[in-house]
């Protein structure tokens, strides 16, 4: 059980176009997800905190314009990187914490690697 | 702000021999610390938490970790390495109740030789 899904789990797009990454609660329901960025030999770095209904709240130096949010439903958020540049390159991590039993659990997603030329 | 301090980027051991990862993190009223392991091409993986029951926690695979208040210290330790623990692991703290922001380490890369 508390299977998270990703698609694509990797994407190359061109330089000024839009890309969307999924992420998807398999067998639980997630008032809360969350979007991971992982530099290469790094740390994860929390993007934002996506809640279903509402608008995600994005941390400091992550710009809401670029990287849009939309939990539309408990089990899927996804994520749109706008107008991709190189550095946007990286991989990116969803997480979902169940609506039910432990706040504090989160379960994560296997990853997308987007690369931007 | 909390924060966690993994001492070691890399740590290599010899299959068979004791695993010890090092995790400190800053001091908070009542933390809940998380051990996950991530392989490569593979989603996060939690190993074990802390939530301020028994301070020994025991995980999968044979890990567990120590949480002592005193030396502000969650250490991952294992008794026998295996050549399947090779991977990156991280240490994670969060200190609020509800949909909990998790805070990473910068992780450690556990190397097993034979």
């Known amino acids: 059980g508390a299977v998270v899904s990703q698609h694509p789990s990797r994407v190359i797009c061109k330089s000024g176009t839009s890309v969307k990454i999924e992420c998807r609660s398999l067998?639980?329901?997630?008032?809360?997800m969350f979007w991971y960025r992982q530099f290469p030999k790094q740390s994860l770095m929390l993007m934002a905190t996506?809640?279903?209904?509402?608008?995600?709240?994005?941390e400091q130096g992550v710009e809401k314009d670029k990287f849009l949010i939309n939990h539309a439903s408990l089990t899927l958020s996804t994520l749109t990187v706008t107008s991709a540049h190189p550095e946007d390159s990286s991989f990116y991590i969803c997480s979902a914490s169940p609506s039910t039993g432990s706040s504090y659990e989160q379960y994560f997603g296997p990853g997308t690697r987007l690369t931007v030329t | 702000a909390q924060s966690v301090t993994q001492l070691d980027s890399h740590v290599s051991v010899s299959e068979g021999t004791p695993v010890l990862l090092r995790c400190n993190y800053s001091?908070?009223?009542?933390?809940?610390l998380f051990w996950y392991v991530q392989h490569p091409n593979k989603g996060l993986q939690l190993l074990l938490k802390y939530t301020s029951a028994a301070t020994l926690v025991k995980g999968i695979n044979g890990f567990e970790a120590e949480f002592k208040k005193s030396e502000t210290s969650f250490h991952l330790t294992k008794p026998s390495a295996h050549m399947s623990d090779a991977a990156e692991y991280f240490c994670?703290?969060?200190?609020?109740?509800?949909?909990?922001?998790?805070?990473f380490g910068t992780g450690t890369r556990l190397q097993v030789t034979l």
């Open positions: 994670v703290v969060s200190y609020t109740g509800t949909a909990s922001k998790l805070t």
């Open positions: 996506s809640n279903e209904g509402s608008k995600a709240t994005y």
């Open positions: 001091s908070s009223y009542s933390p809940s």
């Open positions: 067998d639980f329901q997630a008032t809360t």
